[in-house]
Nanobody, 116 residues
Framework: EAQLVESGGGLVQPGGSLRLSCVGS????????VSWHRQGPGQERELVAT???????TYVDSVKGRFTVSRVNAKNTAYLEMSSVKPNGAAVYYC??????????WGQGTQVTVSS
């Protein structure tokens, strides 16, 4: 059974940095597009960044220049490095893996709290 597990969430000060990890198992991780999403309190889940199987990243405008998405397929792991974190960045962050065969998996999420 395919599974994604996020980690690395926690408390970060405004303007600080944090790195999230997403480890996949039970799937050929390198064949999947991986995306990071977040859901703040009372808000809908939104896309943050995507990285293709080949490592090409895309970002939503609100995080461009501050967040970096990367992956190491040999480790079945994707990362989201967040810097200059803003208070509205507080959310549960999820990773998602999908391929062209309609296989779609979500992790359980990791909480990021932004507070001084």
């Amino acid at each position: 059974e395919a599974q994604l597990v996020e980690s690395g969430g926690g408390l970060v000060q405004p303007g600080g940095s944090l790195r999230l990890s997403c480890v996949g198992s039970g799937l050929v991780f390198g064949r999947y597009v991986v995306s990071w999403h977040r859901q703040g309190p009372g808000q809908e889940r939104e896309l943050v960044a995507t990285i293709s199987s080949g490592g090409d990243p895309t970002y939503v405008d609100s995080v461009k220049g501050r967040f970096t998405v990367s992956r190491v397929n040999a480790k079945n792991t994707a990362y989201l490095e967040m810097s200059s974190v803003k208070p509205n960045g507080a959310a549960v962050y999820y990773c998602r893996a999908r391929n062209g065969l309609n296989n779609n998996y979500w992790g359980q999420g990791t909480q990021v709290t932004v507070s001084s």
